[in-house]
């Protein structure tokens, strides 16, 4: 029972361009959402998160998005660069529970971007 | 040191054998968290102890599993009689376990059984 689904496992595009993410989930509980970096050899790294109570939570080159009523977030990374080059997971949980830190992780996907 | 640490980082061992591993987390954190990711999978959750206490384990896949933080600081996450699907990635995470802090996730031990 796949909780949190990245269905494209990978993603490639040009420097400069913009790379979109995208992560559904299931479970109508889960009202935090995070999406995870990582790159080969190391543990993910936080990126960003957004609350349930909000759709859109921008830092910097990175912008998620959040439709609660389609159960679907992306990530917008513009402009891309090349040393965005990582594994990318989506991550949720319910922030009601007794952890945050108690995620439920997408598969992941790959992006690469070109020079 | 100034992230988590886990040790060792890559471990082999036979079927059968008992295996221990190592999270050291950042200074200060009281929420500690294991993890274990196979291949192609994203992470899944194992285990969270808030100070010395296992507050849930419920991703614990079977009591072949355990883990411990007596002192509420360094954890060691420990495996009897290891089966060839225990291979994977272990990672361990801290956070200070309030409100939405982050998970900061250490670099993994690969494990490997033979």
């Known amino acids: 029972d796949q909780q949190v689904k990245q269905n494209s496992p990978s993603l490639s595009v040009q420097e400069g361009r913009i790379s979109i993410l995208n992560c559904d989930y299931t479970?109508?509980?889960?009202?935090?959402f995070l999406w995870y970096k990582k790159y080969p050899a190391e543990g993910p790294t936080f990126l960003i998160s957004?609350?349930?109570?909000?759709d859109k939570n921008e830092d910097g080159r990175f912008t998620v998005f959040l439709n609660k009523s389609a159960k679907h977030l992306s990530l917008h990374i513009v402009p891309s660069q090349p040393g965005d080059s990582a594994v990318y997971f989506c991550?949720?949980?319910?922030?009601?529970?007794?952890?945050?830190?108690?995620?439920?992780f997408g598969q992941g996907t790959i992006l690469t971007v070109h020079p | 040191g100034a992230g988590v640490s886990q040790t060792p980082s890559n471990k082999v061992t036979e079927k059968g054998k008992y295996v221990e591993l190592r999270c050291d987390p950042i200074?200060?954190?009281?929420?500690l968290y294991w993890y274990r990711q196979s291949l192609g999978q994203g992470p899944e959750f194992l285990i969270y102890?808030?100070?010395?206490?296992?507050a849930d384990d419920s991703g614990l896949p079977n009591d072949r599993f355990f883990a411990v933080r007596p002192e509420g600081s360094v954890s060691t996450l420990k495996i009897q009689r290891t089966e060839r699907g225990d291979s994977a990635v272990y990672l361990c995470?801290?956070?200070w376990g309030r409100g939405n802090s982050p998970l900061h996730f250490g670099n993994g031990t690969r494990l490997t059984v033979t």
């Open positions: 995470a801290s956070s």
């Open positions: 479970n109508s509980m889960f009202d935090y």
């Open positions: 957004i609350s349930s109570i909000k």
């Open positions: 991550a949720a949980t319910s922030a009601g529970g007794t952890s945050y830190g108690k995620l439920t």
């Open positions: 200074s200060g954190h009281t929420a």
């Open positions: 102890f808030q100070g010395t206490g296992a």
